[in-house]
């Protein structure tokens, strides 16, 4: 209503203005101007009937002698056509008015009768300085709106906070949207309980958790199970990320905080959830200079007060999540602030196929589609890449013009996401390719020769992705947990089998197995710094655990806690159990050098070769 009103008073004046300028510009139009000789002309001929002196102008009546005067000789043809016109046959004039001392005198002489007038009236004075402060003011606040609107929606409402609200029927998710996190979801029940009957707890004197944080690994649904706790619970539910209290100016971060909370007390019972709460709840830092990071520390400050000060009865419970629980401050995560912390980890081979159940709902699938097999095929992967794998398996038999998806379609879209997209048009010489099928044998080989392997599924000689010219994909039969050191002995083997397929064909080895050495060298470095296998260095850990929980990335190598002569001892250990994977590899390659060329012309033929069919040629006498 204010706004409608605000817009009325603009148009309102803007209308006043244009009828102004309009009457101003008739008026000029129906006045002819003169020079001032020709005024003097006219005085003394009385060609003039009165006129009307104001500060700067001189206006009157034309008599006809004066217009027969003015028109004489062709002049003037305006003024011609302006007395022909109906009721103006002495028609008005108008002339700048100059310095003249014998004007009035010239004037009595003539009898002509001339009165004087104001220049200005209290309107006109009033507009002449209102018009452009009010032009001034209107300009000023547009630039101040177009700011504000570019900062997130207006100057005056930058410390509001930017929760999203949602209303108990908006949600529209309930747990039977969530799979694969069974404890997960019995934990929250309780919350749920919480909410709906919180003088169950509280007759008993308990009370209710002020904070629920949610770890895990990024694509396992904890922002997905905060909106299921809202939907469950019938209650509003105000969602955020911990970058929209992070702006630009000093202060709003704070500003923010207070104002989400007062907001959740206004709608309570209801949930705050803080999606990616690293943001703001960074650990504050030791250093006396504090820089740019001052502002956040304000603002997680202001957090840490506001879940200190409101009240659990009044049923606000907050919910948060993030994937680098180990950054978070300890303040905020102590017990009264963040009570309880929940894992969402990664789903087990059950958990992997509930998710594909509730993901394939309004997908067509064909008969031969096995949710089991497919779960048993993406061991590690969470909820969102499971979606994806799905919506991927969709598109490519809408592509094929299928009427379902198949589980063909599904074991290409695993293989499209895992190894990344098929390179047919990339065509390789013959002798690369040679390479890469010895190569990729020479992995299959060494893992189906090896006890506690995994089996082969699938090799193919077909590019991949950026830099894959072929694979060997490898599936666990059961989800694991824990590794032995032979069993890590054995994966060293199995990545190295390509490149010892090679020197043993061709006497030399190619760049292809860049990655299955940095790979390898990888895993051996763990086993003698973290995992304490090296049998001569002993059961040590050299490597303090920085790396995060949740996160696969690479870390800047630390400082190291030991002495050179030790950094010495671990690069041999490394290098030695490095070689002895190879030289493993090697003799396994050897004793079975007949059945690596089998495979490998087989694998030329067919460009991509399934485990059954692996084995079948390995059983084979």
Known sequence: MNKMTRFSIWYFLLFVLVILVVQNYFEVRRFHTISYSEFRQLVDVKGIQEITISGDIISGRLTKDGVEFLTQDGKNPELTVLSRQEGMAEPPFTVVRLEDPDLLARLDSQ???????????????????????????????????????????GLMSIGKSKAKFYVEDETKVTFKDVAGVEEAIE??????????????FQALGGKIPKGVLLVGPPGTGKTLLGRAVAGEAGVPFLSLTGSDFVEMFVGVGAARVRDLFAQAEEKAPCIIFIDELDAIGKARSLSPITGGHEERENTLNQLLSEMDGFDTRKGVIIMSATNRPEILDPALIRPGRFDRQILVDRPGLRGREEILRVHVRGVKLAEDVDLRKIAARTPGMVGADLANIVNEAALLAARKNKSAAAMADFEEAIDRVMAGLEKRNRVMNPREKEIVAYHETGHALVAESLPTADPVHRVSIIPRGIGALGYTLQLPTEDRYLMTKSELEDRLAVLLGGRAAEELIFQEASTGAQNDLFRATDIARSMVREYGMSPTLGPIAFERDRRPLFLETMMPPSAKDYSEATAQEIDREVSSLVIQAYNRAQ????????????????LLDQEILEGDDLRRVLNEK
């Open 587 to 602: 003799e396994i390659l050897a004793g079975k050098r007949d059945v690596l060329d089998r495979v490998a012309k087989l």
């Open 187 to 200: 934990e929250l029940q309780e919350i749920i309980e919480f909410l709906q009957n919180p003088g169950k």
């Open 111 to 153: 009898g002509i009768t001339y009165t004087a007038r104001l220049d200005k009236t209290w309107l006109t004075s009033l507009l002449s300085w209102l018009l452009p402060m009010m032009l001034l003011i209107g300009v000023w606040i547009y630039f101040i709106r177009k700011i504000g609107a570019g900062a997130g929606g």
